[in-house]
């Protein structure tokens, strides 16, 4: 099952860098007892045909270190695809992904329900014309539900945010919006698995302005994995972001649904 585990973090991790809230939840260490543990990845591809030339690259780090009643994690990716029209000579490449996020996060386990959680965080997504986002906070994790089978998990934490984008328009100078904003952070992360032939995880993160509550942020993330066969396994992904009021003009709600097969050997 870790084999499968792996192979869909593997496929989608690239959909998560796509949204402005980064989901930390689906990358911890199942194992809470390991001292020191993680994983890196590193893709590249080219493709050339009659429509133009396609460059993708993408990278992905994490690591975890637990030491007595203390945690570690850190998380890094980068991703970007460039496109260019080869037959007109002279033209620009388009980048239709880039983006990057680096994110250190410290637990200390106060008792066998409540960890104390402190992170910070620095991001950038050039589709979304966010040139960087830098977040800091604090605050509780909750075990609400642990056996064998599942677990439940909420979380709320306070957050300050320091945004800089932009509005771009033909024929228009560059245009920055600054931000400072003091945030609420909260998640709910749940698993369920039964006998290892299905398997389910949903995370959800709220994120209010403190000083104006109609300014939030709402990011929900589902994968669910049922195994067909001993070494056959069906993966969907679904996640959904809305943003009520984006600094720049973006659309406020984005989704990515994803299907696919992986095989263990």
């Known amino acids: 099952m870790r084999i499968y585990c792996s192979l869909f973090i593997l496929l989608f991790s690239a959909s998560m860098l796509s949204s402005q809230v980064v989901n930390t939840e689906k990358l911890r260490l199942e194992d809470s007892h390991k001292a020191l543990g993680g994983e890196a990845a590193l893709t590249f591809g080219m493709a050339r045909n009659k429509a133009g030339q396609t460059l993708s690259l993408g990278s992905r780090l994490r690591l975890e270190l637990s030491k007595g009643n203390s945690r570690w994690m850190f998380l890094g990716a980068y991703n970007?695809?460039?496109?260019?029209?080869?037959?007109?000579?002279?033209?620009?490449?388009?980048?239709f992904t880039n983006n990057g996020f680096a994110h250190l996060r410290y637990n200390y386990r106060i008792n066998d329900f409540i960890t104390w959680e402190a992170f910070s965080q620095g991001q950038f997504d050039e589709i979304q014309q966010l040139d960087r986002r830098l977040l800091a906070g604090t605050g509780p994790r909750i075990r609400l539900l642990r056996t064998d089978s599942s677990h439940l998990y909420v979380g709320c934490l306070y957050m300050y945010e320091n945004e800089v984008s932009y509005n771009e328009f033909e024929d228009?100078?560059?245009?920055?919006?600054?931000?400072?904003?003091?945030?609420?952070?909260?998640?709910?992360?749940?698993?369920?698995?039964?006998?290892?032939?299905?398997?389910?995880?949903?995370?959800?993160?709220?994120?209010?302005?403190?000083?104006?509550?109609?300014?939030?942020?709402?990011?929900?993330?589902?994968?669910?994995?049922?195994?067909?066969?001993?070494?056959?396994?069906?993966?969907?992904?679904?996640?959904?972001?809305?943003?009520?009021?984006?600094?720049?003009?973006?659309?406020?709600?984005?989704?990515?649904?994803?299907?696919?097969?992986?095989?263990?050997?």
């Open 172 to 265: 228009f100078p560059r245009e920055e919006n600054l931000l400072y904003d003091h945030r609420i952070s909260t998640y709910f992360s749940g698993a369920y698995s039964l006998n290892n032939y299905f398997t389910i995880n949903l995370v959800v993160y709220y994120q209010p302005k403190l000083t104006q509550w109609e300014d939030y942020r709402i990011s929900s993330e589902t994968s669910l994995s049922v195994q067909l066969s001993k070494t056959l396994s069906f993966n969907t992904y679904f996640q959904l972001i809305y943003d009520a009021k984006p600094p720049v003009p973006v659309p406020n709600t984005m989704y990515v649904l994803r299907n696919g097969l992986s095989v263990s050997f």
């Open 80 to 95: 970007r695809t460039q496109f260019n029209k080869v037959d007109v000579p002279g033209s620009a490449p388009k980048n």
